[in-house]
């Protein structure tokens, strides 16, 4: 089973920031958070990841609370084409590579 | 990052019959997966092909119904055998570049229909 826990559908304004939450309360202390997302008709796409701290990149932030039972991915400013569903998963250090998919959030963004 | 080719991008096949689905990487990988999305779902891992050696399967997969072969670095191919409806998805086959934490690169997906 998947070791997280998102909303199954958000709606964000075109232009506006989308945060995107994400719970993962029996994270281990050597597993990451992955964000990856999956635009209609195309394999999944990796986003961000981290540990502990505060990632960004040309995509996203991840900010990952300090207990880092909980996430949120922020797109800062969201366009049409960022209509996807988003997938957080937590993976081990051990890295087998396996990634388990929940059921993602639906992040449909509106003109 | 990969670029990952995945064979055919599509098809309709009969009740019965195999299909073979080929994955190829512009690079040598160190971790192939073969994952199966069934309509209006997420995705889930089949299994794990190992370069020369036997697949890893996760539970409910077994090799007979999902031969996977992995003759080198660069490329797998995955087998649907003895199709059924139930058969119906995307097959998708997916990489891992390097050592340590790294994110996986995914194909496009193989979009089967079973008759």
């Known amino acids: 089973d998947a070791k997280t826990t998102q909303p199954p559908s958000m709606d964000c304004a075109e232009g506006r920031a989308a945060n995107l939450p994400c719970n993962h309360s029996?994270?281990?202390?050597?597993?990451?958070v992955y964000w990856y997302r999956q635009i209609h008709s195309q394999g999944p796409q990796y986003i961000i990841h981290?540990?502990?701290n505060n990632e960004t990149n040309e995509m996203a932030s991840l900010i990952i609370t300090e207990d880092r039972k909980s996430s949120t991915l922020i797109l800062p400013h969201a366009t049409l084409r960022d209509t996807a569903v988003y997938y957080c998963?937590?993976?081990?250090?051990?890295?087998?590579?396996?990634?388990?998919f929940g059921q993602g959030t639906t992040l449909q963004v509106k003109p | 990052s990969a670029v990952i080719s995945q064979k055919p991008s599509r098809d309709i096949c009969q009740r019965g019959t195999s299909l073979t689905i080929q994955c190829q990487v512009d690079?040598?990988?160190?971790?192939m997966f073969w994952y199966r999305q069934q309509p209006g779902q997420s995705l889930t891992l089949i299994a794990t092909?190992?370069?020369?050696?036997?697949?890893?399967?996760e539970s409910g997969f077994v090799i007979d119904k999902f031969p996977i072969s992995r003759p080198n670095l660069t490329f797998s191919t995955l087998t649907v055998s003895n199709m059924s409806p139930e058969d119906s998805s995307i097959y998708l086959c997916?990489?891992?570049?390097?050592?340590?934490?790294?994110?996986?690169?995914f194909g496009d997906g193989t979009r089967l229909s079973i008759l």
């Open positions: 981290g540990l502990k």
């Open positions: 690079s040598q990988v160190t971790m």
């Open positions: 998963i937590v993976q081990s250090s051990s890295n087998t590579g396996k990634l388990i």
């Open positions: 029996t994270i281990s202390g050597n597993e990451y």
């Open positions: 997916s990489v891992g570049v390097g050592q340590g934490h790294q994110p996986q690169h």
């Open positions: 092909a190992n370069q020369g050696s036997e697949a890893t399967y």
